[in-house]
Every structure is written in C-alpha cells, then in structure tokens.
C-alpha cells in the first residue's frame, strides 16, 4: 500500500511570494489533514479535510494560507503572501474515515519551507 | 487549558540501555494518549495509543507506554535501546478530533 505523497520535498523562496505544496492521501482515506512544524516544536494542525469538505480550520491563518481538496482526494495547500515566521515543515496525513481519535493518522514525509 | 509537555528536549542513551521519556498532559477529563516517532527526513509514524482499560499500552518496536492518571503523565519506555531507535519523539493528547503534539524530545544513541 503506498503511503502519503507530498511535493514538493523542499522548496526555497523569499518573502511575499506565493508557495504552493501538494498532497495525495492514502488511495480511499476520506480524512485528510495538514500540520505545520515549526523547528524544535510538534505539528499544529491548520486544516482538516472529510472527503471534499473542512470539518476544522481554525488555526489556519485565512489571511494568507488557502487549502483546498478538490474530488475529495489529493489536496494543495497555499501560501501567499509568505512570511519569514511560515518557515517549517508542512505536513500531510490522512486518515481511512471519519477522522475522529480512534482512527490511526498516517503521514507524509513533509515539504520543508525555507523563507528568505 | 489543555496542554500537554515533554519536560526533556534532548536525551542520550547508551544502546543497549533503558529508556524512559516523560510526557505530562493538563485536560478536563482523561484524553486519548499517542506517542509518535519521526526519523530525519520521514513522516511521523504512531507507536502506541491509549484510549481506555489497560494502563500498560504495548506498540511497535519494542516500545510501551504507561498511563498514570493520578500524575497526568503517559511515559514512553523501551527496555533496551537500538541505534536506530535514533529520532524525534513526540506525545500527543487528544479529544474526539481534537489532537495536540508536545515539542518533543530528541532521543541520541551512543554506540
């Protein structure tokens, strides 16, 4: 069984440019989630996804971070404009139904943000 | 509010050396309790979870867990440690969908 895709690995830009990263979930999964990790803390989670539609966003910065799961299948999650503080790993994870606890989140390895 | 802590930012273990790596959580009733490990370069994977029954959680390679409700604390620990127990570690306490990450403790393996 493949696991969670993301692109792209690592990406580098400066400030006040747009930045896009991709996920595709485990094939069927109908939970998908993206964390942010910031260096020397754990994920944060900005948005949470079942099948096509947002179950919780409410630590996403709606101001400049955009994410969307179109089909209920893979997900892009946008920046724009970047901030030196939008520095981290943004990870994906997707989850088999409904999302809740008791289900076990499997993860990405992670786009690494490098603003400039 | 809820929290949760993982007093030890870095430890190094000799191999072949027990383990034991603190987590501390504050919640309104007892939350779902999950340890994850994170390689360089990798994604988290889950080594173990707590929901109810046992306080002594089994998980993956080797490692449990225990659940002390009087001290808020869910505690990893490995009887003997491998180099490639090298990693992240981090405890996570939740609530229905409701999940939040400690910092994390970066666990070095002496040879």
């Known amino acids: 069984e493949a696991g969670v895709a993301q692109s792209p690995r690592y990406k580098i830009i400066e400030k006040r440019q747009s930045v896009a990263f991709w996920c595709n979930p485990i094939?069927?999964?109908?939970?998908l989630y993206w964390y942010q990790q910031i260096l020397g803390q754990g994920p944060k989670l900005l948005i949470q996804?079942?099948?096509?539609?947002?179950?919780?966003d409410s630590q996403l910065p709606k101001d400049r971070f955009s994410a969307e799961r179109l089909k209920g299948v893979d997900s892009t999650l946008k920046i724009q404009p970047a901030k030196l503080e939008d520095s981290a790993v943004y990870l994906c994870?997707?989850?088999?139904?409904?999302?809740?606890?008791?289900?076990?989140?499997?993860f990405g390895p992670g786009t690494r943000l490098l603003v400039l | 509010a809820q929290s949760v802590t993982q007093p030890d930012i870095h430890i190094t273990v000799s191999e072949g050396a027990s383990l034991e790596l603190r987590c501390n959580y504050s919640y309104g009733a007892t939350p779902y309790l999950f340890w994850y490990v994170q390689s360089p370069g990798q994604g988290l994977q889950l080594l173990l979870k707590?929901?109810?029954?046992?306080?002594l959680v089994q998980g993956i390679k080797g490692f449990e867990a225990e659940f002390k409700r009087s001290q808020s604390s869910f505690n990893l620990r490995k009887p003997s440690v491998h180099w490639s127990d090298a990693a992240e570690y981090f405890c996570?306490?939740?609530?229905?969908?409701?999940?939040?990450f400690g910092a994390g403790t970066r666990l070095t393996v002496k040879p």
């Open positions: 994870a997707s989850s088999p139904l409904t999302g809740e606890l008791q289900e076990t989140q499997y």
């Open positions: 707590y929901f109810s029954g046992d306080t």
């Open positions: 996570a306490v939740g609530w229905v969908n409701d999940m939040r």
């Open positions: 094939s069927g999964h109908a939970t």
């Open positions: 996804f079942q099948n096509n539609g947002v179950v919780d």
